[in-house]
């Protein structure tokens, strides 16, 4: 692959491949992990890669070491991801909450397998969506982004340091195994450059005093003089303790969940196709996006006015935008490799003007097609009676 990413080139490579040369594009410079299947190639490529850039790769002894020495590296000046799955998340939860209260633009890579436990290593699933957003303890919010190929794979990935930068939160990548494992043609534009990480003004610096957005102005390092204090209990805009204070604990909890819930309308990333006259419209996120768009296409040719909306940016949760594109439809499908965690979700944005029909699957098998145009058909068949 050569030394820094080959821009302005298409190749064929996996899509845990393509994470690893999307991190190093955005500018990220440390990753720290412990191998776990299906996500073990994320560390190889990133052992291999990273002193290719002068970067930095630790095999840790754990997953709370991991997170916690990525959070530690964006402290000092690095960016900095780290990837796992199944239980290897589990255990980083701790380290998520941590980076959401000290404002660490950290990027977590999960590519999800079956659970729960040890569960299926080498299967996919989407069952730890839901963990993403609510796993580690105490209120806060944090990004959470969805490919369904190895291309989505590539531009969410360059996509989530940007988000995490701008935004100082950790932000995840909703991977699974068929994405992770995929090898498919990869389009890498041209004219990429590292994110940038903005210094803020020396002079009269508060480490956490934030603007009108709530967002803080820029992140210096450590040894830059900012005399920064971070730790993990809640603090000041100083960053000294405050636990004892409930005003300010209450407006830094408040400030950290509505710095991203209030720039969700910004935050939104859907594809759609075919909605103009829709119907039907099949509610997808992850590798049942790829499917769901194939039986659209077949229920088209069937005469039936079915629609396609797929979700990149699942958390927040787009319910606005939801609510708006399925206005016309009397029913939506939501495909989904778990127990059928995210129709919920759908169901609250569309507040009941629509019927919402969950399509989950099990066992560590992706939709076929027909599966999902048999439900297409079934609920066309249902509504002209």
């Given amino acids: 692959m050569g030394q820094e990413v080959c821009q302005g080139t298409v190749k064929i490579i996996q899509g845990n491949e393509a994470i690893v040369e999307a991190a190093i594009a955005a500018g990220c410079r440390f990753f720290a992990g412990y191998p776990i299947t299906p996500a073990s190639e994320i560390a190889e490529a990133m052992a291999q890669r990273l002193p290719q850039v002068n970067g930095v790769f630790l095999q840790m002894e754990d997953e709370i070491a991991s997170i916690c020495a990525a959070i530690g590296a964006s402290f000092g000046g690095m960016k900095a991801c780290t990837a796992s799955s199944g ?78 930068e701008k935004y100082r939160v950790p932000v995840y990548i909703l991977s699974d195994e068929i994405v992770g494992h995929t090898r498919e043609k990869v389009r890498i534009p041209a004219g990429l450059k590292p994110v940038e990480r903005k210094k803020p003004p020396k002079e009269g610096y508060q480490p956490f005093k934030a603007g009108d957005d709530g967002l803080l102005d820029g992140m210096p390092a450590f040894n830059e003089g900012y005399k920064l204090l971070i730790e993990g209990q809640l603090h000041d805009e100083n960053g000294n303790r405050a636990a004892h204070l409930p005003e300010v604990c209450a407006k830094l909890t408040e400030r950290l969940c509505k710095k991203i819930t209030n720039h969700a309308d910004q935050l939104v990333d859907i594809e759609t196709s075919f909605l103009d006259d829709a119907e039907i419209v099949v509610v997808s996120f992850g590798s049942p996006a790829r499917p769901s768009l194939r039986a659209v296409k077949d229920a088209r040719e069937k005469n039936i006015r079915a629609g396609y909306i797929k979700i990149r940016t699942i958390w927040p949760f787009p319910e606005k935008k939801i609510a708006e594109l399925a206005a016309k439809a009397h029913t939506l499908i939501v495909p989904e490799l778990n127990i059928g965690r995210m129709v919920n979700e759908v169901k609250r944005a569309v507040a009941g003007q629509v019927e919402v029909v969950s399509l989950p699957k099990l066992g560590g098998l992706l939709h076929t097609p027909g599966e999902i145009l048999a439900e297409i058909e079934r609920r066309a068949t249902v509504c002209t009676r």
């Fill in 87 to 164: 239980p290897g998340i589990s255990l980083k939860q701790e380290g998520v909450g941590y980076a959401a209260v000290v404002e660490a633009p950290i990027v977590i890579i999960n590519v999800m397998r079956g659970g729960p436990a040890t569960g299926m290593p080498t299967a996919p699933g989407q069952q730890d969506i839901l963990q993403a957003k609510y796993g580690s303890h105490g209120d806060y919010e944090i990004i959470a982004l969805m490919p369904s190929s190895c291309q989505e794979a590539f531009d969410l990935t360059y996509k989530a340091f940007v988000l995490a």
